[in-house]
């Protein structure tokens, strides 16, 4: 088999290169490990940066989006007992939209498989060979049967437990935090339009949706946490103290998802070796307390495909060898804001009373100095694609 460029993974990465390749004419195959119907459900964050939304409209992956996403125009942060607004709209004049990953991945799908993208879902033993010139995939496919795809340039996108950043030794960046996430799903309708990320002294708490009918909450657990440790009640009873606020009331509802994450910052530099392109989760991980994940992933693919497209078509070789120095502007600012915002906002036992100090003073500057809070706004919302910052 060929094609030009060979796709490993179909999370958001891998998905949306493979659209954004064919609209430039380019042609590629997506190898997928897991079953279609898995990736479709792996719930994950939900909150996509407003270039995200741009750049989805552009390509025409917006119509369901723009119908069930909800647009939202700003964030409380809690703590001491107050709420504050931040107030997106007003501070940058652009907002975020609430809309699950497992819902872009299946507009992706849907959106690749209605043009006649070649995705190949539950292959194995995905095997990379010939990176510095002739790039051949090795694969078992579905059906049991020994695959080798030949092509010109490889995307790895196959998030941070890939095979593809294990083929050479880029040079790893890593921050390990004390903690953990334990996340839910409730069939409950939300009680507040907006997010709502509390600094609790027993520790962060985040209130966020995916529906009108559905709520999704997280706490801040010890990182060994077991899920099935926490009962639903205690769950309720926990949220509930966290998050309260003056006139705010928590829905509770039946959980239909309960998971832990652990949190950590990776980087690998470079985001490439010879024709092998590192894009998304496979590159580098952010806590997930600025919602930067998926936000990051769309935007080092945005970049990559024009590069590919100039390589392919015309041998130009400079968006390729500009590639992992553009990316890694963006990726390190994002993973400073989360960084930052994860310092800002999660209480452990290594938060001694000066790191506490520190935490409130900063909370009450973010909220009370218009420059603090545009810094987080801007952040938030998204820095404009593009830009070097
Ligand atoms: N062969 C084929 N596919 C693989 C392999 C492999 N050896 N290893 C992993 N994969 C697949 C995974 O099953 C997954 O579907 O690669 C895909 C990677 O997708 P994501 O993990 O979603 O990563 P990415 O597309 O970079 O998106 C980043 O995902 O982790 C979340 O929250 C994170 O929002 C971020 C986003
Ligand atoms: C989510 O809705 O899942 C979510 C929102 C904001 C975050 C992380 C996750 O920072």
Redesign the pocket.
Known sequence: MRTQVGI????????LLSHLLARAGIDSVV????SRD??ER?V??GVLEHPTVELLREVGLAERLDREGMPHDGISLRFDGGDHRIDFADLVGRGITVYG?QEV?KDLIAARLRDGGDLRFE??D?TLDGLADAPVIG?TDADGQRQELRCDAVAG????????RGTFEPQMFDREYPYAWLGILAKAAPTQHELAYANHPRGFALYSMRSPEITRLYLQVPPDTDAGAWSDARIWDELGVRLAADGFTLNEGPLIEKSVTGMRSVVAEPMRHGRLFL????AH?VP?TGA??????IA?VRVLAEALTDYLRRGDESGVDAYSDTCLRRVWRAEHFSWWMTSMLHVSPDTDPFARRLQLSQLHYTVTSRAAATSLAENYVGLPHGENR
Do not use: T, W
Not at 8 to 15: F, K, R, V
Not at 279 to 282: Q, Y
Not at 292 to 297: D, E, Q, R, S, Y
């Open positions: 490993i993974g179909a999370g958001p990465a891998g998905l190898l997928e490990a897991r898995y990736v792996r994950r964050a990953q991945v292959v194995s995905v694969f996108c196959d998030g941070f437990h890939g095979i593809s894009a998304g989760d496979a991980i997930p930067k994940g998926m936000n990051l992933a080092d």
